[in-house]
């Protein structure tokens, strides 16, 4: 958890720029579409760009001698991968490319089903292939899926198996509503969580106010859509 020493309201734009995984996945982009939201995200000084596997060879190019990095999805939006198929695109990604994070979708049928050491060994095996290459993980868990209980054992698994971060949501979730890191969630994974795992939260966090408000709460980072960044940032109301 950051202990801010400041409130968001007074940091700086570089400064809350660097809370920002600004998100570049529709699956309908086109080549100039990418290249644009990610030279974007770059200009913004965003801690990363969060990027589709197929964008990888843009992202790096990109990205290159800049202060920001590489986040690539993996197994996304739905988690429901074999352990093996995962680990084998995480092992593409991490050892092809300068990848310095990677965010994986945690199997939310399983964590649904309470099948907690299934959930652990899952995401374990990820995170031992991703830190061999010194990548970062963070476990998105779908939480508009979930129950309050739920998203507090998926923590706990998160954490026994070592991911540096725990998510609530992909965007892509259907059939349920869309809330997505509200402050609520934020709270309850920020409690469980403690200085033990990072938090990140995602998905409809589209208004300034949001986004300050989840600074100070202390959450690490979050992902913020294209479209948004400039409006959470201050650039453009």
């Known amino acids: 958890m950051i202990r801010p020493t400041k409130r968001a309201a007074e940091m700086s734009t570089a400064e809350l720029a660097a809370y920002i995984d600004q998100s570049v996945l529709k699956p309908e982009f086109t080549e100039a579409d990418i290249r644009r939201y990610i030279k974007e995200g770059v200009d ?31 197994d996304f939006p739905f988690g429901t991968s074999t352990t093996a198929s995962k680990v084998l695109q995480a092992e593409e990604y991490c050892s092809k490319f300068d990848v310095a994070e990677l965010d994986i979708v945690a199997n939310f049928g399983w964590i649904r089903s309470g099948r907690w050491s299934d959930v652990t060994r899952d995401i374990a095996a990820v995170v031992e292939t991703c830190h061999k290459h010194n990548t970062i993980v963070k476990v998105i868990f779908e939480t508009d899926a ?24 992909t965007g892509f979730l259907t059939g349920h509503e869309a809330h997505g890191a509200t402050p609520e969630i934020i709270k309850v994974m920020l409690d469980v969580c403690g200085d033990r795992i990072k938090v ?18 202390g959450i690490d980072r979050m992902g913020i859509g294209y479209r948004s960044t400039p409006v959470v940032l201050g650039i453009q109301k």
């Open 146 to 169: 979930l129950t309050v209980d739920e998203v507090k054992r998926a923590c706990e698994c998160a954490i026994e198996a070592k991911a540096d971060f725990v998510k609530t949501s």
């Open 200 to 217: 990140k939260g995602s998905g409809c966090i589209r208004t300034r106010e949001h986004f300050l408000t989840l600074i100070d709460m």
């Open 44 to 74: 913004f000084g965003c801690a990363t760009v969060c990027i589709n596997p197929s964008s990888l060879p843009i992202a790096v190019e990109l990205t290159r001698g800049t202060k920001t990095a590489i986040c690539v999805v993996c």
